[in-house]
């Protein structure tokens, strides 16, 4: 919407990480559009505080519908938005400061809800649009505005709390690669459960690592990124687990289980074991 | 003597039928025609602690839970030592002699109510050991909790019959033991039995009914004293297609998740108390900013920080209509009866979906747990508003215009983004001022659609009124009666609808000399909030954690008046 809205003022800054993530979000909307009947108002973007929470403004192409909420808020919102209506897509987009720090308590909840809905989180290891300060993925020591003798605690490891926490679906991209992140979107999108695509998006600013992810090959340095395997078993948590621990940062799936059910499907059960009331009955119950 | 109305406290340790025996009385009163009313105190603890609750029956409509109390019911020593000071002359008070002996008190008589209730084979009879007695000293009939007992235990079971005989072997021992005391208070009028049905019911559970018949399709909530019995009733009844019921996390799940529901078509609602609201703060503004119809159930305990979770006062106005940072304004509507828990859940949650936005339902720990008959509300006479929703294409400016305008819904053409920062008319975030001018005269202009003269008022023309609001209804109610027949020239305004008020009662108001708020908070909060609109009031302030007496209401009043007079 925002390109051709003169009144909306915000911008990423040039090179910013998180463009690859909003094209890869437009690519694997469009794709779902081709792919399912249902229009883009079927679809419905919430997004966190923080510059990865202006994605919902700035995409471009057929507009969905979008919720630009309160930090660390996107889960919960999320989870209202598709308990009210199951048949909505609900994508969630978020920072690593929104979805870990301050937001960190909502994972664990829709985790073991196993809420249908895919959430995107842009790390970039660092609180940008407050300029600078430490995040819960910043590397140990790191100078930051806030961490002036260096970051003390530990870095956070997203991947192993998302499984440890039951997501059933666990991806990890980077926005350097937009086209292979539109897939990893589209199969969090269609994976039927809680799905978490955690992307690696540099902040060209206060924490540029795109180097070390890419890797440059001229001045010998070798990438951190490394596609997984196609002999990795998506359906084993022991390998996941082996996978996410080994040094380097994993690019694809990581971890998928479709066996479970969803919270909206384990909903509709509930109601063949109640006996159904309306006011007038519930009223009559207190008669004398 | 014949008497028109009877207070009995029953106190004791939770566990030892304190409450069943105060709603079996209340009951087993309704059931012949008269009316009845239970306040309940509970200690911060799942088993045992100090408890306490009292039962009114009266033959007209009760409006607090009395002052005078005829008889006390103490299930132990403690009991008997907290509230034998609260028995009037004349009174009587009942104890437990299986648990201490009393010598030297010539106004009680001892019960051996666990070794009676043994004696009919059916521990669990006690109660009506208890209420066998009490019916001896109003000399109310036998027959009328006989027949109670039978109705209530013709479960279809097979010891069905083994049980009433039990509890009505269990009444008889209570009566005749009571009879052998001596003792007698007088007798208790005959019930009129109203022309209308009835029900028995709990504030909270009236809450919730009455946001069922107003549609309500969407809550979440998070366990919190008083306030989880309203979860509790909407986990076991609001299911079925198109309802959503769920504990979440926290109290900013269920706000943020309300949010997401409303944001999405349904009517949402959730309840909590002070700690639980004071998480919901930043959630309620984003309510407010997004323009999201949802509603909020503020069942006040006391204090702040956890405070005293279990007792009653009304200290939350302030917080409740200024809940969030920034210019925010949220209407309430505090009920004051156990009808009005009912209505003003209907109201509340048409007014969330007329002006699209929050709205508080402010509600009180003494009526969260009050018992009452009240006349069975009429479902086909109450009227139910849903949102305005937007028909057209996609391309929507949802945010357009100085005030309320359709409401497009995800799965239907009219995507805008709803927004929590200061927004243009799609949604986009803007810094301009000339948006932020025309969003917040937007925001505060969509109240003017919830202005209605929805008041209750007597002796208007007296230059002096008394105007309580929610729980504090009831016993201003009653004094301001005692002092009309008393010959006190005084008025009296109640409304439910706080934010706004009623244009015609507010303006009422300030025509007065004085205007005399009894209120349950230090600060006096409505009367400050009615200063500012130009009234000239004072509150009766009270911080017990306990409702007011009605003869510390008159004794207050009358001083006023008598200062307002020199």
């Not at chain 1, 960190?104 to 073991?112: L, N, T, V």
């Not at chain 2, 002052?67 to 002359?89: G, M, P, S």
Request: hydrophobic share 40%; glycine share 10%; net charge negative.
């Amino acid at each position: 919407m925002s390109k051709k809205n003169p009144e909306y003022d915000f911008k990423w800054c040039p090179g910013c990480g998180d463009f690859g993530v909003r094209r890869a979000i437009e690519w694997a909307l469009i794709e779902r559009l081709e792919n399912s009947a249902k229009p883009i108002e079927n679809n419905v973007v919430v997004a966190g505080i923080g510059c990865s929470g202006n994605l919902v403004h700035l995409l471009e192409g057929q507009q969905p519908y979008g919720i630009h909420g309160v930090h660390g808020r996107s889960l919960p919102i999320a989870f209202g938005v598709k308990m009210a209506n199951p048949d909505l897509n609900v994508v969630v987009v978020a920072g690593d400061g929104d979805f870990l720090s301050i937001g960190g308590e909502h994972i664990g909840p829709q985790a073991a809800r196993n809420l249908n809905i895919c959430a995107v989180v842009m790390d970039n290891g660092v609180y940008g649009l407050t300029k600078g300060q430490s995040s819960p993925t910043s590397k140990v020591g790191a100078i930051t505005s806030s961490t002036p003798f260096g970051k003390i605690e530990a870095q956070a490891d997203p991947l192993e709390l998302y499984l440890t926490h039951g997501a059933t679906f666990i991806a990890s991209g980077f926005s350097g690669q937009p086209r292979e992140l539109a897939q990893l979107i589209t199969r969090g999108m269609n994976h039927p459960g809680f799905a978490m695509v955690h992307v690696q998006s540099p902040c060209t600013t206060y924490n540029d690592f795109f180097t070390e992810m890419k890797g440059d090959a001229k001045n010998g340095i070798a990438p951190l990124i490394k596609p997984i395997s196609e002999d990795h078993d998506t359906t084993s948590k022991e390998s996941a687990y082996n996978l996410i621990r080994q040094p380097g940062v994993p690019i694809g799936v990581i971890y998928e289980d479709s066996s479970v059910a969803t919270l909206d499907q384990k909903v509709v059960d509930i109601r063949s074991k109640a006996r159904l009331k309306g006011a007038e009955d519930l009223l009559a119950e207190f008669s004398f | 003597m014949q008497m028109r109305d009877f207070v009995v406290r029953f106190a004791g340790e939770g566990g030892q039928g304190v409450v069943t025996s105060a709603e079996g009385l209340a009951q087993a009163s309704t059931k012949v025609g008269y009316h009845a009313l239970t306040y309940a105190t509970f200690p911060s603890q799942i088993l045992g602690g100090p408890t306490w609750t009292q039962a009114r029956i009266s033959t007209q409509e009760v409006l607090s839970s009395g002052d005078d109390i005829d008889v006390l019911v103490a299930f132990n020593r403690e009991a008997y030592e907290t509230h034998k000071d609260e028995v009037r002359d004349g009174g009587v008070i009942i104890f437990n002699s299986n648990d201490f002996e009393l010598e030297a008190d010539p106004q009680s008589f001892g019960l051996p109510i666990d070794e009676l209730a043994r004696s009919t084979g059916n521990n669990r009879a006690a109660n009506m050991v208890v209420i066998g007695a009490l019916a001896h000293l109003v000399n109310m009939p036998q027959q009328y909790l006989k027949d109670f007992v039978t109705e209530r235990f013709s479960r279809g079971r097979d010891n069905d019959q083994e049980i009433i005989e039990a509890n009505h072997k269990a009444l008889d021992l209570g009566r005749s033991n009571a009879e052998e005391s001596g003792f007698n208070l007088g007798e208790l009028a005959d019930p009129i039995q109203p022309e209308y049905e009835q029900v028995m019911i709990k504030g909270n559970d009236a809450i919730s009914i009455g946001a069922i018949a107003a549609g309500l399709n969407f809550y979440i909530g998070y366990p919190i004293s008083p306030a989880t019995t309203i979860l509790l009733f909407m986990e076991r009844n609001l299911i079925g297609e198109n309802k959503f019921v769920y504990q979440v996390a926290s109290e900013i799940e269920a706000i943020t998740g309300l949010i997401g529901g409303g944001f999405a078509g349904k009517k949402a609602m959730t309840a909590t108390a002070g700690p639980g609201f004071s998480l919901m703060s930043e959630g309620i503004g984003l309510a407010w900013m997004s323009e999201v119809p949802l509603v909020i159930v503020d069942v006040q305990r006391g204090g702040p920080a956890t405070g005293l979770p279990t007792k009653t006062e009304q200290s939350d106005l302030m917080s409740c209509m200024f809940p969030a940072h920034g210019d925010v304004k949220v209407p309430i509507i505090a009920v004051g009866t156990i009808e009005e828990c009912f209505y003003g859940a209907i109201k509340a949650l048409n007014w969330a979906e007329r002006y699209q936005g929050p709205v508080i339902l402010m509600t009180e720990m003494s009526l969260a747990e009050r018992v009452q008959n009240i006349k069975k509300p009429d479902l086909s006479k109450i009227s139910v508003e849903s949102r305005e929703t937007y028909a057209g294409n996609n391309g929507y400016k949802r945010y357009a215009g100085d005030g309320m305008s359709p409401m497009p819904i995800p799965g239907q053409p009219g995507a805008y983004i709803a927004n929590g920062s200061e927004h243009d008319d799609v949604g986009d975030t803007t810094h301009l001022a000339s948006r932020h001018i025309q969003m917040t005269e937007r925001r505060f202009n969509k109240i003017e659609l919830l202005k209605e003269n929805e008041f209750e008022s007597q002796n208007t023309n007296s230059s002096i009124c008394i105007v309580p609001w929610g729980g504090s209804k009831g016993p201003a109610l009653e004094a301001f009666n005692q002092l009309k027949e008393s010959g006190v020239d005084i008025g009296f305004y109640y409304t439910m609808l706080l934010n706004p008020l009623p244009p015609k009662m507010l303006e009422d108001l300030k025509s007065k000399e004085l205007v005399i708020v009894p209120e349950l908070n230090f600060q006096g909060q409505f009367s400050s909030i009615l200063r500012s609109e130009g009234v000239n009031a004072v509150s009766i302030t009270q911080y017990t954690g306990l409702p007011f007496k009605v003869s510390y209401l008159v004794s207050e009043i009358q001083k006023l008046c008598n200062t307002k007079v020199k």
